[in-house]
């Protein structure tokens, strides 16, 4: 079974307990105005040309075989109805100006991968997160994936914005140890706006998973001016819900910005940024609510 993989970052400490491998799917059913992996968000491949980077050399446009890159004013440009997204470019690029996104693994492959940080995962308490995109856009092949690595007693947690069918949840829950929850909202106007759906169906997943006593983490990404008036309806939303271990506040940033340019992407950033004290303000509501959260700006 193949699945379409974004990226794959070992030595994380920021996606679950311990040190885990992060594994990237490619998709995602949201469109996050804050979003800051856009590299996730197509269920295509994708090339990111980073100009730079770029030392113009021509190197892209003498390998592309469909002559879809082409050389003008010194740097290359691709002819997108062209390109085939062989990524011969990419594998020629010698200054990596040329990245490329989205890269089909089959899951033996990719779990035998994940395997080679094992000695890390059993020291520090870690494992394998499987994240995005959303992961469980690709249900069978994550279902797939995290069942393997159950099978060698690899810990999975999964990263997801809880935008999928409730079937999806059912066939994941006996290999996960942990989800990690996005709540950018309750509000659904509010929600639709920051990522052009609604929340129904996240909210109504996140209680199913609560009634099934799943461990969970809720992340909640704070951008100000955005979602940041949302802060007391989370925590009275959460406040009824058992086995939620912790809810880490995002503190959202811009570095991202890079990203939409290589991709040639609207940048949909928003031009603000939370402070430290912003997200600890945010963190003592929710201790009223006796809910345990964290400052994920300078804790984790």
């Not at 060698?152 to 290999?175: A, K, L, M, W």
């Not at 920051?194 to 990404?221: F, S, V």
């Not at 603000?272 to 303000?281: C, E, F, R």
């Amino acid at each position: 079974m193949k699945g379409l993989i974004s990226g794959i970052k070992r030595n994380s400490v920021h996606d679950g307990p311990g040190i885990r491998t992060t594994v990237f799917f490619k998709g995602c059913p949201l469109k996050c105005i804050w979003c800051h992996n856009p590299e996730s968000i197509s269920f295509s491949k994708e090339i990111g040309y980073y100009k730079n980077k770029c030392i113009s050399c021509g190197c892209c446009e003498d390998v592309c075989p469909i002559k879809a890159v082409k050389m003008d004013g010194g740097f290359p440009k691709t002819d997108l109805s062209v390109c085939s997204h062989c990524f011969i470019c990419t594998e020629s690029c010698p200054s990596e100006a040329r990245i490329a996104y989205g890269e089909y693994w089959d899951s033996a492959d990719l779990v035998e991968k994940l395997l080679e940080d094992r000695d890390f995962y059993v020291s520090s308490g870690g494992g394998v997160t499987l994240s995005g995109g959303e992961c469980l856009s690709q249900p069978d092949f994550a279902v797939e994936v995290a069942r393997m690595l159950f099978s060698r007693n690899i810990s999975v947690d999964i990263d997801t914005c809880g935008y999928v069918p409730r079937e999806v949840f059912d066939s994941i829950i006996p290999y996960a140890d942990l989800f990690l929850y996005d709540i950018k909202a309750i509000d659904p106007v509010i929600h639709r706006k920051c990522t052009g759906r609604d929340n129904k169906l996240i909210l109504d997943n996140l209680k199913y998973l609560a009634e099934k006593n799943c461990r969970i983490e809720i992340r909640y990404p704070y951008v100000p001016g955005w979602n940041d008036k949302e802060s007391a309806a989370i925590c009275r939303y959460l406040r009824h819900l058992p086995d939620i271990s912790k809810v880490k506040v995002l503190g959202y940033h811009k570095m991202a910005g890079g990203k939409y340019e290589a991709l040639s992407m609207p940048d949909t950033l928003p031009d603000t940024q939370p402070t430290p004290a912003d997200i600890d303000k945010v963190v003592s509501m929710f201790a009223k609510y006796n809910i345990n959260a964290v400052n994920g700006m300078i804790n984790d």
